[in-house]
Structure formats: C-alpha cells, structure tokens
C-alpha cells in the first residue's frame, strides 16, 4: 500500500476511539494471503468503522476477511462471511429478474407497465427500462429535490423519530401511491433521477407478471440455481438470520443498536440481506452470462449518458460521469453499491466477472451521516488494491 493510501484514513483515528472498544481487532482471512488487503482492511476498520467483512476473488481463488469488532462494547471480530443488509444492491437483483422476463417474451423492455399495474395512475409513457434506469421521473418516495435544490420530503426514514418507529410496517402499494401523489420530475425518458419508488415498482411488475411473491421468484430464479443459501428478501421481517455484524444509529447523545428494524420502509429500493460470499457468487454469474442472454446483458451495461447508469448497474469504464470512485488504473468495472442505517454494502466486478470485490462495513451512523467520507475513502482504497494491484 502507498503512503498516500494510508494517510486517507488518518483523519478519522479520534472517531474510531470513540467507537471501537480498545484497538481495531486484528483482520481474519480464510484463503489466500492478500498482505496489502490484510492491511487496508485494519485501516478502514481503525477509521471509524465498528466492523469490516471483505472478500475479494479472482475467479479461483478468494480473499475474506474481517477487521473490527462484531458488538459495541464486546470482544470479538466481525464473522467473515456474516449476514448483512446489502441496501440499495437489491436493484441489481430485481432488475435481474425483470431482464429475465423479458427474456421470456412475458413483458417488453420498451413496453409500458402501466397496463400491467392498474390502479396507480402510471404514466402511460413510463416504460420497464424507465424503472431500471431511473429515467421515469417518478418522486422518490424517501424524498426528492425540486430544480432549484429544495428538498421535498418523503418517509421518514433518519433520525430520532425514525428509530423511535422503525418496527412500522410499509406497504409497496402505500410507498408507491405516495410518490404519485407528487408530479413528475420530468418527461418520462427525458433526464436521469435516482429513485427507490422506480424499484417497489419494478418488483410490483415482477409479483404481477409472474403471480408469485417475489421472494419465491428470487428463490427459484437465482438463489437456488446459484446455491446461494444465505441470501434472503425478509419482507417485514426484523431478524438478520445467522452470525452477523450489528449496526448503530446516533441521535440526541444516544447511540441505539438498529440492526433489528422492519425494512419493509424501504421494500424493492434495497431490503435485501445477503453475505461477501453470496452477493460474489451473484454479480460474477451475472457479469459472466449464467443469469441473462447476451443481448439483455449488454442492454445492463449500457450506461445512461447523463450517468453511468445501466439497468440495475453503475457502469464505471470511463465513458459516462460516476458517482463513485473509478480504480486508479482505470480498469472497465460495474457496481451497485447499498447503505441501509448502519450498513454500507459494496458490490464490483470486472466485466467478464472474474475478478470481484464484496465487502460490508457496520458503523454508527447519524442524520448528518458523517461516514460517508470514510466510506469513499475506503471504496477508493479497496477497488485500488482489488483491480489494480
């Protein structure tokens, strides 16, 4: 590792004090011996973060391991390959399915779904790959900005009061109807909004094309073909089943465990629970042609030109502005990265899906969310040191 990659975390070490009961726990790894990983690893954990789990593969063999510590205030690192809420990378999922559809002929790409969800007032413009490329100007029901940059509020989902009522129970439909209930950002097809409501969409149109929930069609389309065995789509359950990391939320001088909340606030946007080893096994098999035909595979990795954003996927080769940190040595990668209350998720793969970076950091998080510097910093430092060392 450069010097320069190490004093990126530096400013933080008083944070992590405070945090992290005594000094960060020394990074475990089953597999190979990755020295510079090893090291990036207790650096991100030493910067603020309670916990670390990241696996890195190069289609033969994988690096995992964990920095930090599992609890507040109890011995013990965080499990290697433990469970975790994955955020926003449930996009991925979904848009995955909803490809898959298409490929069946049972719904088109170009067509619109407002046929096929009757009873929300969709705009008849408003197409299946509008939804997937967060081009359908549909409000973002977590809240959205107006041009001149005044936030307009949706669900409560931060703060005190969200804590206080975070066993409350949404439903899709109610998450939807609400963001309908305010004007279109723009023109259907017409400029780029990031929107979770595109996603409870998008798993509606699932549920309605198929006639099954769709946990039973994540399970039949992806995680048992895949044997991907600790991956679950919980609904309104509160629980993170298995070993797992647990995640903090600050507020009023309070810091509140928030691991156990009902997800169902956020629903198709990003409810997700999964693990390194899963979510590896997933965007490698996507990447490499097992989840989609060639012709719907390369629709997904066409990124929108405003950003570089495909259907279901951030396409980072250089081509289209990003959002997150492109690897220094400017290798072609995708990702669909996730944050839920304490919970940061990160998803990479090369294109051909041989190489991939799964990783999940736990923190304590607050309304001013003051780890989403560090959280760059160490998304900068692990792609550098998985795509190109």
């Known amino acids: 590792m450069t010097t320069a990659t190490a004093t990126k975390f530096a400013g933080t070490a008083a944070l992590a004090a405070t945090l992290l009961t005594g000094t960060a726990a020394p990074a475990r790894a089953d597999g190979i011996d990755r020295a510079e990983l090893r090291q990036v690893v207790e650096e991100i954990a030493g910067s603020g973060f309670t916990g670390v789990q990241v696996r890195v593969s190069d289609g033969r063999r994988d690096w995992a391991g964990s920095a930090g510590v599992r609890e507040l205030g109890r011995p013990g690192a965080p499990p290697v390959n433990g469970r975790f809420r994955v955020g926003s990378a449930t996009k991925t999922f979904i ?67 969200w804590v206080r009522d975070r066993f409350k129970t949404y439903q899709p439909e109610d998450l939807v109807r609400l963001a309908l209930s305010h004007p279109l950002r723009f023109t259907p097809g017409t400029d780029w909004g990031y929107s979770n409501t595109n996603y409870v969409l998008a798993r509606l149109l699932v549920e309605e094309v198929t006639g099954r929930p769709f946990a039973a069609e994540l399970q039949r389309r992806i995680l048992r073909p895949l044997g991907m065995r600790d991956t679950t789509a919980p609904g ?87 959002p997150f940190p492109l690897p220094a040595c400017g290798t072609p990668i995708v990702t669909h990265n996730g944050g839920v209350q304490g919970y940061a998720t990160m998803m990479y793969s090369t294109l051909d899906g041989d190489r991939t970076l799964t990783a999940s950091l736990t923190y304590v998080d607050d309304v001013a969310q003051t780890q989403a510097g560090a959280f760059r910093e160490a998304m900068q430092a692990l792609i550098d040191e998985t795509f190109c060392a």
């Open 95 to 161: 848009a995955t399915i909803a490809l898959q559809l298409v490929a069946e002929g049972r719904i088109g790409l170009d067509e619109p779904v407002a046929g096929h969800l009757p009873g929300y007032g969709l705009d008849e413009r408003i197409t299946l790959r509008m939804l997937l490329q967060h081009t359908s100007g549909v409000f973002n029901f977590t809240g959205d900005y107006d041009p001149d940059g005044t936030l307009v509020p949706g669900i409560v989902w931060s703060g005190g009061e």
């Open 236 to 322: 309104t359950s509160p629980e993170i089943p298995g070993p797992h990391a647990h995640a903090y939320y600050r507020y009023d001088g309070r810091t509140v465990d928030v691991t156990r909340q009902n997800p169902s606030w956020i629903g198709g946007g990003g409810d997700m629970i999964s693990t390194t080893g899963d979510l590896r096994t997933f965007i490698s098999a996507l990447m490499s042609g097992r989840l989609l035909p060639a012709r719907l595979l390369a629709e997904m990795r066409t990124p929108n030109a405003k950003i570089g954003y495909g259907l279901g996927l951030f396409v980072q080769d250089g081509s289209t502005p990003s």
